[in-house]
């Protein structure tokens, strides 16, 4: 069990992050008072909330999918969902690297035209108006 401050220390994260995280409900910790306390199931919904937001998860689709673990203790519907989920992030992320590999054969021509404008224009004088 630890307070929000140290939490956030070990998530290198904000205090603010861990408070909208409870906003959205994921995260549910004990008070005492004014203090909040983190136990080692927030802990492990923390880690699974900052590693669904480097996969490129959506906060409802992280938290969809953290919940399938409260409904089934045999993980069983959890596992399928992360695994469509994984699926579909994958075929986006894959349509956007060929977009990018697209945008880049693009841009390599535009370099390579512009290059070429701009050495001929600097082997030729300029013309200067009479």
Not at 53 to 64: P, Q, T, V
Not at 89 to 118: F, H
Request: charged residues 35%; proline residues 2%.
């Amino acid at each position: 069990m630890v307070g929000i401050a140290e939490l956030a220390r070990e998530f290198g994260v904000t205090t603010r992050t861990i408070r909208f995280y409870e906003d959205k409900g994921l995260l549910s910790p004990v008070r005492r008072g004014q203090r909040r306390i983190y136990s080692t199931r927030d802990r492990v919904r923390l880690k699974l909330i900052m590693r669904g937001k480097r996969l490129g998860f959506s906060l409802s689709e992280i938290g969809e999918m953290i919940d399938m673990y409260d409904a089934d203790p045999t993980e069983v519907a959890q596992l399928r969902l992360v695994l469509d989920k994984a699926h579909q992030r994958r075929a986006i992320l894959s349509q956007q690297q060929r977009d990018i590999a697209e945008s880049l054969k693009e841009l390599d021509a535009l370099e390579q035209q512009c290059a070429a404008l701009l050495r001929e224009k600097e082997r030729r004088p300029a013309r200067v108006a009479e």
